[in-house]
C-alpha cells in the first residue's frame, strides 16, 4: 500500500466512525426538528434581537423549529429570497409586499410584526417645516430610492395632496442625518430608531413629522409564498408561537434583551442604545387591534387603504386586495 | 569630498517624511474637527476613530468580524488565482479560445459584481459562498491578464531552440514559458491580492451577517461614523500587511529563480 493509499484509508475511516458518531447523537437526541428560514430586510441588528437569541433562549426550539436567518438589504430583498425559495418566510414591508402582490406574485401575509408605523420626516427647527404641506418645494432626504423611507415619505406627501415631482428626494445612504445637519437637505426621512440615534450623536432642536399620524400603515408583516402556506399549515403556525413568544419576552425582558443585543446583533455594542432601540421596537409592536386580539393581528382596513395610497401615486398599477392576501388562521390564540 | 546618500538612507529618510506627512494630514484633521465643532457623524476625530478602534480590539468585538473577512479573504484568492492562472495558461497557449472567450471574460470585468450579489444568494445560498465567489470573480482577472501576457510572450529565440529539439508543447511551457514570464505572472498576483479584499468587503456588503464589510454596514445603520472608519482603517491594515507579505514571497522566488540577485 503507498503512502497516499494509507493516508486516504486512514481518513476514510476517520469520516465514517465520526459520520456514525453524528447518526448516533441525532437519533439520541430524539427530536426532531424542522428548518424554517426567515429572510430579513437587514443584518442581524439589535431590533430583531429576539429573532437572534435562539441559542441562548430557545423559543423556536421550543416548537421544534430550527431558526435560521438570512440578512438582506431592505424588503425587496427579504421577498426575492423568499420567492427564490432560499427563505420558508419574508419580514418585509408593506411596500416591498405590494410590489410583488403587483407583480402577480402569490403571496399570504400571515402576522403583523410592527402595526405601528415607525417612519417620520424630520427637518431643524430652523426649517419650520412643521406639516406635510410644507415640504413642497423642498430638498428630502431618503435612504435609497427602494428603501422605505422613501415609500413612507410619499405616503406622506400624498396625505397633503402633493406627490415627489413636487419635492426633490435625494439619495443619502444610511447617514442620512449628516446630510441634514449641514444643510444638503431640508428634511430627511428616517425611521424612530434611526431619530433616537442621531440625536444621541448631536443632532439638536428638530421638528418631527411622524407618519402615523397620517395613515398608521403596519412597518413590516410575515410573508409566506401561497404554496408554503397550503402545504406547511403546523409549521408556519408553530413558527408564529414561538415568534409571538420571543416578542413577549422581549416586551418582558427589555434589558435582558438588551444585554443579550450584545452578543448576537452585529451593531449592539453599547447596551443602553440597546435598550432603547429594544423598548421602541416593543412599542412599535402593539396596538389597540393587538391588545383586543393579539400580537400578530393585520388590520386589513388600514393595509387596503395603504395599497390604494401606492397605487395612487403610481408605485403599484395594479388594484390589490388585501383580505384576500392576509389569512389570519395560522395566528395562535391570543 | 562630499559625503554622498546610501540608497538604505534615501529609503529611510522618505519613510520618515511620509510617516511625518500621515502624522501632520492626522493634527489637521484632529484640530478641524474641535476647531470647527465638526457633528461626529458627518467627520470624526482620529482619536475618536482610534479609541473605538483600541475598544473594539480589545473588547473582542472586531476579531470574528475580522476573521470572518480574512477567511473569505484567502478563499475567494485561492479560487481566482487557481482560476486565473490556469485561464491564463489555456488563452496564451490556445489562441483560438482566448479569440471565442477573451471577450467574455472582459465583459464580466466590466459588469458591477454588487449589482450580482442578491442573485448569488439565489444561486449560491447564504454563508460565506456568495462572498468567497465574489471574491475570486474580482481578483482572478490580473492574474488571468499577466499570466496570459507572460505565456506568449516567451524569447523568440529560446522558442525555436526548444522547437529544434523537439521539446514538447508542454515542456515548452513548463521549462521556457512560464520560468521566463515569471516576474509578469507574480506582479498579478499582487495585484490580485490588493482586489481580494475589495471583493471580500464588497460582498459581505448585502451577502454577510458577519465580516468586516457586514459591519460597514451595521456601523452606517447606527450612524455610528467613528466604527466605520475604524473598520476602514482594519481593512487598510490588513490590505497593506497582505501586500507587503506578497512582496516577500514574490522576491524570494525571484531571487531563488535568478530574477533577482540574493
Given at each position: 500500500?503507498?503512502?497516499?493509499?494509507?493516508?486516504?484509508?486512514?481518513?476514510?475511516?476517520?469520516?465514517?466512525?465520526?459520520?456514525?458518531?453524528?447518526?448516533?447523537?441525532?437519533?439520541?437526541?430524539?427530536?426532531?426538528?424542522?428548518?424554517?428560514?426567515?429572510?430579513g430586510?437587514?443584518?442581524?441588528?439589535?431590533?430583531?434581537?429576539?429573532?437572534?437569541?435562539?441559542?441562548?433562549?430557545?423559543?423556536?426550539?421550543?416548537?421544534?423549529?430550527?431558526?435560521?436567518?438570512?440578512p438582506?438589504?431592505?424588503?425587496?430583498?427579504?421577498?426575492?429570497?423568499?420567492?427564490?425559495g432560499?427563505?420558508?418566510?419574508a419580514?418585509?414591508?408593506?411596500?416591498?409586499?405590494?410590489?410583488?402582490?403587483?407583480?402577480?406574485?402569490?403571496?399570504?401575509?400571515?402576522?403583523?410584526?410592527?402595526?405601528q408605523?415607525?417612519?417620520?420626516?424630520v427637518?431643524?427647527?430652523?426649517?419650520?417645516?412643521?406639516?406635510?404641506?410644507?415640504?413642497?418645494?423642498k430638498?428630502?432626504?431618503?435612504?435609497?430610492?427602494?428603501?422605505?423611507?422613501?415609500?413612507?415619505?410619499?405616503?406622506?406627501l400624498?396625505?397633503?395632496?402633493?406627490?415627489?415631482?413636487?419635492?426633490?428626494?435625494?439619495?443619502?445612504?444610511?447617514?442620512?442625518?449628516?446630510?441634514?445637519?449641514?444643510?444638503?437637505?431640508?428634511?430627511?426621512?428616517?425611521?424612530?430608531?434611526?431619530?433616537?440615534?442621531?440625536?444621541?450623536?448631536?443632532?439638536?432642536?428638530?421638528?418631527?413629522?411622524?407618519?402615523?399620524?397620517?395613515?398608521?400603515?403596519?412597518?413590516?408583516?410575515?410573508?409566506?409564498?401561497?404554496?408554503?402556506?397550503?402545504?406547511?399549515?403546523?409549521?408556519?403556525?408553530?413558527?408564529?408561537?414561538?415568534?409571538?413568544d420571543?416578542?413577549?419576552?422581549?416586551?418582558?425582558s427589555?434589558?435582558?434583551?438588551?444585554?443579550?443585543?450584545?452578543?448576537?446583533?452585529?451593531?449592539?455594542?453599547?447596551?443602553?442604545?440597546?435598550?432603547?432601540?429594544?423598548?421602541?421596537?416593543?412599542?412599535?409592536?402593539?396596538?389597540?387591534?393587538?391588545?383586543?386580539?393579539?400580537?400578530?393581528?393585520?388590520?386589513?382596513?388600514t393595509?387596503?387603504?395603504?395599497?390604494?395610497?401606492y397605487?395612487?401615486?403610481?408605485?403599484?398599477?395594479?388594484?390589490?386586495?388585501?383580505s384576500?392576501?392576509?389569512?389570519?388562521?395560522?395566528?395562535?390564540?391570543? | 569630498?562630499?559625503?554622498?546618500?546610501?540608497?538604505?538612507?534615501?529609503?529611510?529618510?522618505?519613510?520618515?517624511?511620509?510617516?511625518a506627512?500621515?502624522?501632520?494630514?492626522?493634527?489637521?484633521?484632529?484640530?478641524?474637527?474641535?476647531?470647527?465643532?465638526?457633528?461626529?457623524?458627518?467627520?470624526?476625530?482620529?482619536?475618536?476613530?482610534?479609541?473605538?478602534?483600541?475598544?473594539?480590539?480589545?473588547?473582542?468585538?472586531?476579531?470574528?468580524?475580522?476573521?470572518?473577512?480574512?477567511?473569505?479573504?484567502?478563499a475567494?484568492?485561492?479560487?481566482?488565482c487557481?482560476?486565473?492562472?490556469?485561464?491564463?495558461?489555456?488563452?496564451?497557449?490556445?489562441?483560438?479560445?482566448?479569440?471565442?472567450?477573451?471577450?467574455?471574460?472582459?465583459t464580466?470585468?466590466?459588469?458591477?459584481?454588487?449589482?450580482?450579489?442578491?442573485?448569488?444568494?439565489?444561486?449560491?445560498?447564504?454563508?460565506?459562498?456568495?462572498?468567497?465567489?465574489?471574491?475570486?470573480?474580482?481578483?482572478?482577472f490580473?492574474?488571468l491578464?499577466?499570466?496570459?501576457?507572460?505565456v506568449?510572450?516567451?524569447?523568440?529565440?529560446?522558442?525555436?531552440?526548444?522547437r529544434?529539439?523537439?521539446?514538447?508543447?508542454?515542456?515548452?511551457?513548463?521549462?521556457?514559458?512560464?520560468?521566463?514570464?515569471?516576474?509578469?505572472?507574480?506582479?498579478?498576483?499582487?495585484m490580485?491580492?490588493?482586489?481580494?479584499w475589495?471583493?471580500?468587503?464588497?460582498?459581505?456588503?448585502?451577502?454577510?451577517?458577519?465580516?468586516?464589510?457586514?459591519?460597514?454596514?451595521?456601523?452606517?445603520?447606527?450612524?455610528?461614523t467613528?466604527?466605520?472608519?475604524?473598520?476602514?482603517?482594519?481593512?487598510?491594515a490588513?490590505?497593506?500587511?497582505?501586500?507587503?507579505?506578497?512582496?516577500?514571497?514574490?522576491?524570494?522566488?525571484?531571487?531563488?529563480?535568478?530574477?533577482?540577485?540574493?
Amino acid at each position: 500500500m503507498t503512502f497516499i493509499q494509507r493516508v486516504g484509508f486512514i481518513l476514510l475511516a476517520v469520516m465514517s466512525c465520526w459520520g456514525q458518531a453524528q447518526a448516533q447523537v441525532q437519533a439520541q437526541s430524539g427530536n426532531k426538528t424542522d428548518k424554517f428560514t426567515v429572510a430579513g430586510w437587514s443584518k442581524p441588528i439589535t431590533e430583531i434581537t429576539n429573532l437572534l437569541v435562539e441559542e441562548d433562549k430557545g423559543f423556536f426550539k421550543a416548537k421544534g423549529i430550527d431558526l435560521a436567518y438570512a440578512p438582506g438589504a431592505g424588503g425587496g430583498d427579504a421577498l426575492r429570497n423568499l420567492l427564490s425559495g432560499q427563505a420558508d418566510v419574508a419580514f418585509t414591508d408593506p411596500g416591498s409586499l405590494f410590489a410583488a402582490l403587483d407583480k402577480g406574485e402569490k403571496l399570504r401575509v400571515v402576522y403583523d410584526i410592527y402595526p405601528q408605523n415607525v417612519f417620520n420626516v424630520v427637518s431643524l427647527k430652523s426649517a419650520n417645516i412643521t406639516k406635510p404641506a410644507d415640504l413642497k418645494g423642498k430638498r428630502i432626504g431618503v435612504y435609497s430610492l427602494s428603501s422605505g423611507t422613501r415609500q413612507n415619505l410619499q405616503v406622506l406627501l400624498h396625505q397633503a395632496g402633493l406627490s415627489e415631482s413636487d419635492v426633490t428626494v435625494v439619495v443619502t445612504g444610511l447617514l442620512n442625518f449628516a446630510p441634514l445637519i449641514q444643510g444638503q437637505v431640508d428634511a430627511t426621512a428616517a425611521t424612530d430608531t434611526g431619530l433616537w440615534v442621531g440625536r444621541q450623536k448631536g443632532l439638536g432642536e428638530v421638528n418631527v413629522m411622524e407618519v402615523k399620524n397620517f395613515l398608521n400603515v403596519s412597518s413590516d408583516f410575515f410573508v409566506v409564498r401561497e404554496d408554503t402556506y397550503q402545504q406547511k399549515k403546523d409549521l408556519i403556525k408553530r413558527f408564529l408561537q414561538a415568534y409571538r413568544d420571543s416578542a413577549k419576552w422581549m416586551m418582558q425582558s427589555p434589558q435582558e434583551a438588551a444585554d443579550l443585543a450584545v452578543k448576537f446583533a452585529i451593531d449592539g455594542q453599547n447596551p443602553s442604545a440597546n435598550l432603547e432601540i429594544i423598548k421602541l421596537r416593543n412599542a412599535s409592536s402593539v396596538s389597540a387591534l393587538t391588545q383586543k386580539r393579539g400580537l400578530g393581528t393585520v388590520d386589513v382596513e388600514t393595509l387596503q387603504k395603504a395599497a390604494r395610497a401606492y397605487k395612487a401615486f403610481g408605485l403599484i398599477q395594479n388594484d390589490l386586495n388585501m383580505s384576500e392576501v392576509v389569512r389570519l388562521d395560522l395566528l395562535p390564540a391570543p | 569630498m562630499t559625503k554622498r546618500n546610501t540608497p538604505s538612507t534615501s529609503k529611510q529618510v522618505t519613510l520618515v517624511m511620509s510617516a511625518a506627512l500621515c502624522v501632520c494630514a492626522l493634527i489637521l484633521w484632529e484640530w478641524l474637527v474641535r476647531a470647527k465643532g465638526i457633528s461626529a457623524l458627518v467627520l470624526p476625530a482620529p482619536s475618536s476613530i482610534a479609541l473605538t478602534l483600541w475598544q473594539g480590539l480589545r473588547s473582542g468585538y472586531l476579531w470574528p468580524h475580522m476573521l470572518q473577512t480574512l477567511a473569505e479573504w484567502a478563499a475567494g484568492l485561492s479560487l481566482g488565482c487557481v482560476l486565473g492562472f490556469v485561464g491564463g495558461l489555456v488563452l496564451g497557449e490556445v489562441s483560438l479560445v482566448r479569440q471565442i472567450a477573451l471577450p467574455y471574460i472582459v465583459t464580466s470585468q466590466v459588469v458591477p459584481k454588487l449589482a450580482l450579489a442578491p442573485l448569488f444568494i439565489v444561486w449560491f445560498g447564504f454563508g460565506a459562498l456568495p462572498t468567497v465567489v465574489m471574491t475570486a470573480l474580482i481578483c482572478f482577472f490580473p492574474l488571468l491578464e499577466n499570466t496570459m501576457t507572460a505565456v506568449s510572450q516567451a524569447d523568440a529565440q529560446q522558442l525555436d531552440l526548444f522547437r529544434m529539439l523537439r521539446a514538447s508543447r508542454w515542456a515548452t511551457l513548463v521549462q521556457l514559458k512560464l520560468p521566463q514570464g515569471l516576474p509578469t505572472v507574480l506582479t498579478g498576483l499582487r495585484m490580485a491580492v490588493v482586489l481580494a479584499w475589495v471583493g471580500a468587503v464588497v460582498g459581505e456588503f448585502t451577502t454577510a451577517s458577519k465580516g468586516l464589510g457586514a459591519l460597514i454596514i451595521a456601523a452606517q445603520g447606527s450612524m455610528d461614523t467613528a466604527l466605520m472608519f475604524a473598520v476602514l482603517v482594519l481593512i487598510t491594515a490588513l490590505g497593506w500587511v497582505s501586500y507587503q507579505a506578497c512582496g516577500v514571497f514574490e522576491r524570494f522566488v525571484l531571487r531563488q529563480t535568478g530574477f533577482l540577485k540574493r
